[in-house]
Nanobody, 122 residues
Framework: QVQLVESGGGSVQAGGSLRLSCAAS?????MGWFRQAPGKEREGVAA???????NYADSVKGRFTISKDSAKRTLYLQMNSLKAEDTAIYYC???????????????????WGQGTQVTVSS
């Protein structure tokens, strides 16, 4: 089981920016960011494959950027032009072994962080 520790959540006004970080205890083939708002299902936000390919939910394309520092085993999510509807708990997730694509499907991930709250006020 890969250990994941998120940081960087907080409160910001609409239009602002935040950067989330996720430190992994070991190398992973796939990493992603998910979020869950109150009363809603967990949804995929962005994913990055070990080979570098990325995938984004339509709702965040052009505003969010996922990246990783392989040497530090750290995943990032740069969030710009934040909207009130981005308010949620954000989770880092990882799959240690082989992955074919940068999927946003939660069941493809085998390790999850504890989550970090992001609150965007309008």
């Amino acid at each position: 089981q890969v250990q994941l520790v998120e940081s960087g959540g907080g409160s910001v006004q609409a239009g602002g920016s935040l950067r989330l970080s996720c430190a992994a205890s070991e190398y992973t083939a796939l990493m992603g960011w998910f979020r869950q708002a109150p009363g809603k299902e967990r949804e995929g936000v962005a994913a990055i494959h070990g080979a570098g390919s990325t995938n984004y939910a339509d709702s965040v394309k052009g505003r969010f950027t996922i990246s990783k520092d392989s040497a530090k085993r750290t995943l990032y999510l740069q969030m710009n032009s934040l909207k009130a509807e981005d308010t949620a708990i954000y989770y880092c997730a990882a799959r240690k072994l082989w992955a074919s694509i940068a999927t946003l499907t939660p069941v493809a991930y085998t390790s999850w962080g504890q989550g970090t709250q992001v609150t965007v006020s309008s």
